[in-house]
């Protein structure tokens, strides 16, 4: 018997004997108060047997009547007869079950989801792979960028370090570091002048002065843009010359940089431009 058969018995009950369940116990209140407690386990254990059923199963719509019952109150016993519905056949059974399981995965569904989360997975790390190598790029050309900035730093705090000459409201440094003739050029526009350029005589003998004997340094002379027209680096034209004998000669067609020498009369010479020599520079 389910629940609604029970509270329909109940109200059957009622209307036939016109009085309320147990009040046969109106003068026994212990009596009245089990009588109660049973009709309450009864129909407790009626609503939990009806929920289980309908966890496991879905009963088929019931076209079954009523169960038949026969309950005497007060007796402490009741004589319930009910009639239970068949089982579905184990094929209607099955399909039941698999119907009730769409909500969960399928072993194909599980597939899918495995596939998605390979192909996710393996997206993820290919652009994770994209973003390091970016970063590390990134970070060498930094590091290249840092390095030559640190060079051109540590070139001017030398330049800077370097004993200055004054003739003439002229500066003029030596320096210690060997460039080539366009880097040594570059060094001394960041310095604040040009690699130094020759008017005449006593600043010739001037600047030979200060380059040691033995040694050469690179002037601002040079023919680099139209061979054996010479001009200065700074752009200054003048007609002071001090070739050595035989100079210039346009070695190996390839000499187009003027070096003087030092000590004696500073006489000069043009020079491979790549080759690297100690440099003269002069600012106003
Ligand atoms: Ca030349």
Redesign the pocket.
Known sequence: MDGRGFFLLLIVFSSVSSSFPCSEFVSDLYGEINCLRRLLSQCTSEKANRETRRATTTLPPSTTPLPTTTTTFPSTTSTTTSTTPAPPPSSSWNDQVTESSDDWPTPNSALIIDALKYELTREIETKIREANKKFDEKMASYQVQIEMEMKKINKEVRMIKLKVHRRANHEYILSDERESWYTASEICTQWGGHLVTIKDSRENSFVAGFIPLGESAWIGLN?IQR??DFVNANGEKTTYRKWEDGQ?D?LYHN??CVEMMGGGEGRWR?SLCLLTKRFVCRRN
């Open positions: 023919d061979e054996n210039p346009n000499e187009n043009d």
